[in-house]
């Protein structure tokens, strides 16, 4: 029987992609470029690249922050200050929050049926820390664990052990993860011997070969996976 599900963020509980969009919007327009879709697009499609690189433990997250912004004004060909950027940037980022599928009403109502609420995020512990407090996870979660502040990202097996660790009478056999990323959360759930449930909201073809307990394309599917999953 599940007792504990652990909880990614972005992409997940929240969309990112609209976070991304409106923040490096505002913040190309304060740089003085008028921002395209095919610029945020490119920019998407580098920070993920990025962010799977610390994943894979090549790069680490100071790295990235600045590398990633290197590389997209190289592309689009223009000069700014990209330590200025990067700032005003993850300000921005921790601003705006969009839920997934009125994904806050579903953690209340777990919480309101017992079971016990973890945020594993891979992140900036600043951003995500405001970002999990104005959207009120904060306040549901029975705690909050942030890569940044672990020293290790997901899917790194040191992440899941601090995370099993912090757990009160923690049991692998009573735990869900449900994430997004293929690499990061699922990856990361196989490793760690927890069951994984793959949010899908665009219906892809998964592109990695890992164990996929549960695929859901609604986050309010996971009621009914929690509910039969009564052993
Ligand atoms: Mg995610």
Redesign the pocket.
């Known amino acids: 029987m599940i007792r504990n599900i652990l909880w990614?963020v972005?992409?997940?509980l929240l969309n990112?992609k609209d976070s991304e969009k409106h923040a490096l919007s505002s913040c190309l327009m304060g740089a003085g470029i008028r921002p395209t879709d095919e610029m945020i697009a490119k920019y998407s499609e580098i920070n993920k690249s990025f962010w799977e690189r610390l994943e894979r433990g090549e790069l680490t997250r100071d790295q990235i922050l600045v590398q990633r912004f290197e590389v997209f004004f190289d592309l689009i060909g223009k000069k700014v200050n990209i330590s200025k950027f990067e700032k005003a940037y993850q300000a921005a980022l921790a601003n705006v929050f969009f839920y997934y599928d009125n994904s806050l009403m579903l953690c209340q109502k777990f919480k309101e049926e017992g079971f016990r609420q973890y945020v594993v995020t891979n992140g900036v512990a600043s951003t995500q820390n405001k970002k999990l407090r104005d959207s009120k996870f904060y306040y549901i979660m029975d705690d909050v664990f942030i890569s940044d502040e672990i020293g290790h990202p997901k899917p790194n097996q040191q992440f899941f052990k601090t995370v099993f660790d912090s757990i009160p009478n923690f049991s692998k056999e009573e735990t869900i993860i449900i994430?997004?990323?293929l690499t990061s959360?699922i990856r990361g759930g196989n490793n760690a011997g927890i069951q994984c449930c793959w949010y899908n909201p665009r219906g892809e073809k998964p592109d990695l070969n890992v164990r996929i307990d549960y695929e859901i394309k609604h986050l309010w599917e996971l009621q009914k996976i929690l509910n039969n999953n009564i052993k």
């Open positions: 990614d972005d992409g997940t990112f994430g997004d990323s959360d």
